[in-house]
Nanobody, 126 residues
Framework: QVQLVESGGGLVQSGGSLRLSCAAS????????IGWFRQGTGKEREAVSC????????YYGKNAKGRFTISRDNPKNVVYLQMNDLKPEDTGVYSC???????????????????WGQGTQVTVSS
């Protein structure tokens, strides 16, 4: 069964750090681009970061650049999102998703991600 499961969310104070995990089952992460998205209450879902399938190139949205790091552990079949210097505006449900498109993942539209995890809540207090 193809599945993505996120974990690692929680409550953290402003300036703190969290590491989110996106564990895959039923397929190899190396064969898909993986994206991290987030959605705050009353807000639209936005892209946070992604890692390409073919060359491991990465992309960060303006909301993440300089503070977040995406990485992939191939033997464990897990993609991580290390989040540092968290701010209250980072609060939301973080989800990972996969896309079969190759090339620069920043060019992959959201609708091309066709398998999603259930999400993990991140809450940053001020």
């Amino acid at each position: 069964q193809v599945q993505l499961v996120e974990s690692g969310g929680g409550l953290v104070q402003s300036g703190g750090s969290l590491r989110l995990s996106c564990a895959a089952s039923g397929f190899r992460l190396t064969t898909y681009a993986i994206g991290w998205f987030r959605q705050g209450t009353g807000k639209e879902r936005e892209a946070v970061s992604c890692i390409a399938s073919d060359d491991d190139s990465v992309y960060y949205g303006k909301n993440a650049k300089g503070r977040f790091t995406i990485s992939r552990d191939n033997p464990k079949n897990v993609v991580y999102l290390q989040m540092n210097d968290l701010k209250p505006e980072d609060t939301g449900v973080y989800s990972c998703a996969r896309s079969s498109r190759v090339g620069e993942c920043m060019r992959i539209p959201e609708y091309a991600y066709n398998t999603w995890g259930q999400g993990t809540q991140v809450t940053v207090s001020s």
